[in-house]
Nanobody, 123 residues
Framework: QVQLEESGGGSVQAGGSLRLSCRYS?????MAWFRQAPGKEREGVAR???????GYANSVKGRFTISNDNAQNTLYLQMSSVKPGDTAMYYC????????????????????WGQGTQVTVSS
């Protein structure tokens, strides 16, 4: 079973930047970042597959960047131009055998999750 551990969360002012890290015990075919704000459903933010094909939610496109460092076994989420609406608990997720062989931003597509790291954006 893959182990995931997120870090890098904290408080940041609107317009600022933050980089989240997800240390994994072994790589998976799909890896992704999700977030969940209080009272809201968990939503997909960014995904990457083993071939480095990437996808983003429309709400973060152009502001967030997902990347992976295989040598460090770490997945990153670079957050720029953050907004108060980005405030949420951010989760790393992994799936080795995605349905249909395609990575998505659906929570149902992932079976392994980290514990999360909190991001708070103040105006």
């Amino acid at each position: 079973q893959v182990q995931l551990e997120e870090s890098g969360g904290g408080s940041v002012q609107a317009g600022g930047s933050l980089r989240l890290s997800c240390r994994y015990s072994s790589s998976s075919y799909c890896m992704a970042w999700f977030r969940q704000a209080p009272g809201k459903e968990r939503e997909g933010v960014a995904r990457m597959d083993r071939h480095e094909r990437i996808g983003y939610a429309n709400s973060v496109k152009g502001r967030f960047t997902i990347s992976n460092d295989n040598a460090q076994n770490t997945l990153y989420l670079q957050m720029s131009s953050v907004k108060p609406g980005d405030t949420a608990m951010y989760y790393c997720a992994a799936e080795e055998n995605p349905y249909g062989g395609t990575c998505t931003l659906s929570i149902r597509s992932y079976t392994t999750w980290g514990q999360g790291t909190q991001v708070t954006v103040s105006s």
